[in-house]
């Protein structure tokens, strides 16, 4: 799995780790992404999505349907 979201566009971030003699090693901050299944009523089936927890929030604020319209409009497939 990907470590990005498909709504809002997560991605990982990098860095560096700093330890305490002040050394620095290449670090990656990973989104929470999780997989998660919707039922999309307007099409009659079940939708599997990549999300970040950020973006289950904001599905649950604004609806499942108009999740996937962003998506799509995006140019992600669903």
Known sequence: MSAHCQLTGA???FGNRVS???RRTS???DPNV???RYWLAGEG???R???SARAIKTVDRIG???AVARIRARGGTV
Do not use: D, N, Y
Request: charge should be positive; avoid cysteine.
């Open 49 to 51: 999505l990549t999300l």
């Open 64 to 66: 499942i349907e108009a």
């Open 34 to 36: 999780q997989r998660k």
């Open 20 to 22: 305490h003699s002040h």
């Open 45 to 47: 089936r079940h939708v």
């Open 27 to 29: 670090r990656r901050f």
């Open 11 to 13: 991605r990982p971030g």
